[in-house]
């Protein structure tokens, strides 16, 4: 068996993908004799040089690129360990960043408070933003994981869907087509549609929705939130196009009508997207098992049930 202590192997990592023994002193701490008397020693156990000077650069040998292959998987190994030792313990502790997009506030609280009742050691922060700002901490790696409906194509991300995300078309309760059975999609060019913001994923499948329909809405004043998409609707300025979770409330309350139109809802997802390499912490790892079996049976009995029925 190779004797190597995992100091070395951590020191060697540094050196190889910073390819500078100063530069991986910096990174470490460490002074730089240090560095080479960590990576001499590795040398000699190995019996092969690591790494190779050309001019002033220093380049890893094949020995070298085998080294830093099997030290790599071998932290990984050492990752997975901590993650499972952690499971074992019953997430004593851990912390958990979560972003959702605008309409997922409807209902990411009362999944996190179901998930913190199992998980009460876990320290939750959640980043309510829009779509944009999601991609930017998904490309930054800012977050364990985020909540989207139109995660984006051709980037390197993991999606899981995990429950459904109706678009329904809703109006004043005293609009003409409120009790109207079956509207046709191309009765409603004839109507003012409230928008959401550009880069809102409920626009963006709007848009898509009716262009693949091949009809031309109407549209009015553009805003930034479903709250104030809802208030003018109920308003009398216009139809909007929402989510099914953004209307809990008024729906009890029969502030608003969800019209009974031709094609509608429109069904999409929610999905949980994490950059595809991202190594999930045991709390990541926990929040994202739950998504997966529990919240559609939570956001169904919490929304979409009730709501349905009035379609
Ligand atoms: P949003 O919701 O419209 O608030 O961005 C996300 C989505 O439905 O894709």
Redesign the pocket.
Request: glycine share 14%.
């Given at each position: 068996m190779l004797h190597v202590t995992l100091r070395q192997l951590r020191v060697f990592d540094a050196v190889a993908r910073q390819l500078s023994f100063t530069r991986a002193a910096r990174e470490l701490h460490l002074t730089q004799p240090a560095v080479s008397m960590q990576i001499k020693q590795l040398e000699d156990r190995a019996g092969l040089a690591l790494f190779e000077q050309i001019g002033k650069r220093i380049f890893l040998t094949e020995a070298g690129h085998e080294m830093q292959r099997y030290g790599r998987s071998i932290a990984r190994q050492l990752d997975e360990l901590g993650t499972v030792l952690d499971g074992l313990r019953g997430l004593k502790s851990g912390r958990l960043a979560i972003s959702v997009?605008?309409?997922?506030n409807y209902f990411a609280p009362q999944l996190l408070a179901a998930f913190w009742r199992r998980f009460p050691a876990i320290t939750v922060s959640l980043d309510v933003t829009?779509?944009e700002a999601l991609l930017r901490q998904l490309a930054e790696n800012e977050v364990d994981m985020v909540i989207?409906?139109?995660p984006p194509q051709g980037l390197s991300l993991t999606l899981e869907s995990f429950a459904e995300?109706p678009l329904v078309v809703i109006a004043a309760p005293d609009h003409s087509l409120a009790t109207a059975r079956r509207i046709p999609l191309k009765r409603l060019q004839r109507e003012t549609f409230l928008m959401?913001e550009h880069?809102?994923?409920?626009?963006?499948?709007m848009e898509r929705f009716f262009a693949h329909k091949g009809i031309t809405l109407t549209t009015g004043t553009e805003m930034s939130s479903?709250e104030a998409i809802k208030q003018a609707v109920g308003a009398g300025m216009g139809l909007g196009i929402v989510?099914l979770h953004t209307l809990e409330l008024e729906l009890q309350a029969q502030r608003l009508k969800v019209l009974d139109v031709q094609g509608f809802p429109i069904v999409?997802h929610w999905y949980v997207v994490h950059p595809e390499d991202k190594r999930l912490s045991a709390s990541g790892l926990a929040f994202k098992g739950f998504l997966l079996e529990e919240a559609a049976k939570l956001m169904r009995t919490a929304h979409a049930a009730p709501s349905l029925k009035r379609l």
């Open positions: 997009a605008s309409t997922a829009n779509r989207m409906g139109q995300n959401r880069g809102s994923g409920t626009r963006i499948a479903n989510s999409r």
